[in-house]
Nanobody, 126 residues
Framework: QVQLVESGGGLVQPGGSLRLSCAAS????????MGWFRQAPGKEREFIAAIARTPVNTYYADFAEGRFTVSRDNAKNTAYLQMNTLKPEDTAVYSC???????????????????WGQGTQVTVSS
């Protein structure tokens, strides 16, 4: 099974940017659609963005549209989440996930994914 490792989290000031990376362990990466989720303390995990197996179709939560950009590089077995204009309410643990269902029907739901990374902390604070 594929293993996923996130990186790029940290402390950033409001209005700043971060780029998260999600590295997959093997070349099966291109066979998965990829999603990003986050979970803040005391809250449920929520969908942020997803990208299809080929980087043509992308999907975003309303709060992420226009501020966050999901991308992938299948040659590097890596997915990315570029986050701009960060706000304190973006503080959370951010996780990437890989799904191999035949359709994208559940791409915005965590039940649509089969493998998860361990998460990386993003803290937005002055």
């Amino acid at each position: 099974q594929v293993q996923l490792v996130e990186s790029g989290g940290g402390l950033v000031q409001p209005g700043g940017s971060l780029r998260l990376s999600c590295a997959a362990s093997d070349d099966t990466f291109s066979s998965y659609y990829m999603g990003w989720f986050r979970q803040a303390p005391g809250k449920e995990r929520e969908f942020i963005a997803a990208i299809a197996r080929t980087p043509v179709n992308t999907y975003y939560a309303d709060f992420a549209e226009g501020r966050f950009t999901v991308s992938r590089d299948n040659a590097k077995n890596t997915a990315y989440l570029q986050m701009n204009t960060l706000k304190p309410e973006d503080t959370a643990v951010y996780s990437c996930a890989a799904g191999n269902r035949p359709t994208l029907a559940f791409v915005k739901a965590d039940r649509g994914y089969d493998y998860w990374g361990q998460g990386t902390q993003v803290t937005v604070s002055s």
